[in-house]
């Protein structure tokens, strides 16, 4: 398993919270963004940058994720991609989002789409704040953990 970034559009903060976990786990941690981007010293943090585009860093993400795989993102469109590909999606205010639960977000995402289309403000999402930074790396942890101990199981049924 690794983790991939849609790392345009991710908190610094959240970055940082993958820093850490992919060192404590040793997990490969990969951030994909069509700038450049800082990523500490580490054999198992790196970047990918992609040329500027509309979704070009999405696609790079789909075309390399891998079933078992996390993948940050809040973007739908691409968690829609993921979850089709057997990967899991944890978007950066530390929501799951599921093959039960990806068909609704699409749905409203593209109505709330349409409507700022027709010149509709629809406003936006809340002001990042400390409860989903909380909640992201509660659910990275959960997560990480149930991944090792199904790794663990795994190793010792061999």
Known sequence: ???????????????????????????????VANKLLYCPPSRVIRAIQV???FDVADNKIAELVGPGDLVIT????????????????LNPR????????????????NFMD??????????????FNQGDRQAFANQLDKFLARQAALAGSAKTAR
């Open 1 to 31: 398993m690794q983790i991939w970034v849609d790392a345009d559009a991710c908190p610094k903060v959240i970055k940082e919270i993958l820093f850490r976990a992919a060192e404590r786990r040793q997990i490969q941690l990969t951030l």
């Open 51 to 53: 040329p500027a585009g």
């Open 74 to 89: 809040a973007d739908i469109p691409l968690a829609a991609e993921v979850i089709a590909r057997n990967a899991h999606v």
């Open 94 to 109: 530390g929501e799951f989002y599921t093959k039960d639960t990806i068909q609704e977000r699409l749905t409203m995402r």
């Open 114 to 127: 349409g409507l700022r289309g027709s010149g509709v403000d629809t406003g936006g999402p809340p002001a």
